[in-house]
């Protein structure tokens, strides 16, 4: 343990600016694993675009035939995660059951 201190000094005064560099992105690499592990999914997409009556935007040219959503709060929605996990005629014919 003594020696990797030891050592570990050397290059701190070896290589001042190595040091700095390393220890920014250790810190970048901290702050963008925490933003990382405290994001929360919203698990409720597939009752939100029945509720708020949301049609998917198709856009031309685009290998990803979903897009977007807009709804009738007047938001579009881009929710590319939760896309995969909706099946929209079903969710569509769930939507008008409930008018």
């Excluded at 935007?57 to 896309?83: L, P, V």
Aim: charged residues 25%; aromatic residues 14%.
């Amino acid at each position: 343990m003594k020696q990797y201190l030891n050592s570990l000094i050397t290059f701190i005064r070896s290589k001042p600016k190595d040091a700095l560099l390393l220890l920014t992105f250790g810190i970048a690499i901290a702050f963008l694993l925490r933003l990382y592990w405290q994001t929360k999914i919203d698990d409720n997409w597939d009752q939100f675009i029945i509720e708020h009556n949301c049609m998917i935007i198709k856009k031309e040219g685009s290998n990803n035939h979903r897009t977007s959503w807009t709804c009738d709060d007047g938001e579009t929605y881009y929710r590319w995660r939760q896309q995969a996990n909706v099946d929209y005629p079903t969710a569509r014919r769930a939507a008008l059951r409930h008018v």
